[in-house]
């Protein structure tokens, strides 16, 4: 009889714990399950804008390169050395810019 009343209590003993457990795995779950949902969305956020803002970046820089590509036949010490109408920019590549000497003379003939 002993027996069978101890076994009872370790039964409901572990039951006890286990619903105990449950409800406290659930708790925790949602409560870290929140703060992360959060932390995820404020991680994106700071994603996409450091994205933006790279990609703002990278465009000034391109059209500063672009600017100043168009502006170097113009600089004084390009005009120096060389007429201006003779600087041609390669299309697939426009920061090569080629120079073809007498270009101007062969048109002019």
Known sequence: M???VQAKASLIATRLFEAQRA????????AYSAQFEQWRAIELA????SERLDAVERS???LK???GEQLAPLLPEF??????????FLVPRPERL????????????
């Open 46 to 49: 700071q994603t996409v804008e």
């Open 23 to 30: 409800q406290l795995e659930q708790s925790i779950r949602e």
């Open 79 to 88: 005009l120096s050395a060389y007429n201006p109408s003779e600087a041609r």
């Open 2 to 4: 002993y027996g069978d």
């Open 60 to 62: 000034r820089s391109v």
């Open 98 to 109: 080629s120079l073809f000497s007498r270009a101007q003379a062969a048109l002019e003939e």
């Open 65 to 67: 390169g672009k600017i």
